[in-house]
């Protein structure tokens, strides 16, 4: 069964700090991706990793996928009230038929 | 402004009364998603559709219904509600089926409540 688990499941922490939310399988992905959901929205597209090592940049948000594509990480940094929010990973589920299998997220809540 | 447009945001409703919730999509999306998110369970896939007259199971199918009968429409139908289908629900669409690069554009979610 492929699974991506998340970690942390919460984070709590004062605006300026740096961060990184973590996501695991046992399985190798094609490609991940990482989504950002706001209380009462969908989760929002924020960056797809597909190769091996590759570190993507968003701002302050740094994104990297594991050398061998079974993990990645979100990096913040300097922290900001406005990156509150449910952090998702997903990835293609490779079982033959076609949809995104989702982590569980971290809980994010960046204080002023 | 290109986006995912469900209906409604909120509903409340009893068991046994059927229901559709609507979504409708206008960039011309090939493939269409439901999910449903329950808190401890993260988002489950429920149906797919990949294309107009093209849907199939995903994990969690029993108690729903879908139809694409037009690309940009996927509605959801629950034809006899129960409160175990008290959730939030999200329709999600793609350029292409989700692999490598396409991901989702998900719709604002539709909070159901059965009583």
């Known amino acids: 069964t492929q699974l991506l688990e998340q970690s942390p499941q919460f984070l709590s922490i004062q605006e300026g700090e740096n961060l990184t939310v973590y996501c695991n399988s046992s399985s190798v992905f094609s490609s991940l991706q990482w989504y950002r959901q706001e209380p009462g929205e969908g989760p929002v597209l924020l960056v797809t990793?597909?190769?091996?090592?590759e570190v993507k940049k968003l701002k302050r948000l740094t994104f990297q996928f594991g050398d061998a594509r079974k993990d990645s990480s979100l990096h913040i940094t300097a922290a900001q009230p406005g990156d509150t929010g449910l952090y998702l990973c997903?990835?293609?589920?490779?079982?033959?038929?076609?949809?995104?299998?989702f982590g569980a997220g971290t809980r994010l809540a960046v204080h002023p | 402004e290109a986006q995912v447009t469900q209906n409604p945001r909120y509903l409340i409703t009893v068991t046994g009364k059927k229901l559709t919730v609507t979504c409708s999509q206008n960039?011309?999306?090939?493939?269409m998603s439901w999910y449903r998110q329950d808190p401890g369970l993260g988002l489950r896939q429920i149906y797919y559709?990949?294309?107009?007259?093209?849907?199939d199971k995903g994990d969690v199918p029993e108690g729903y219904k879908v139809s694409r009968k037009e690309k940009r429409n996927f509605p959801l139908i629950l034809e006899s509600p129960s409160p175990n289908q008290t959730s939030l629900y999200f329709c999600?669409?793609?350029?292409?089926?989700?692999?490598?690069?396409?991901?989702?554009?998900f719709g604002s979610g539709t909070r159901l409540t059965v009583v």
């Open positions: 960039m011309n999306h090939e493939y």
């Open positions: 990793v597909v190769t091996g090592g």
């Open positions: 999600a669409s793609s350029v292409r089926p989700p692999q490598g690069y396409y991901g989702y554009t």
């Open positions: 997903a990835g293609p589920f490779s079982g033959g038929y076609n949809k995104l299998i």
């Open positions: 559709s990949m294309n107009v007259e093209v849907t």
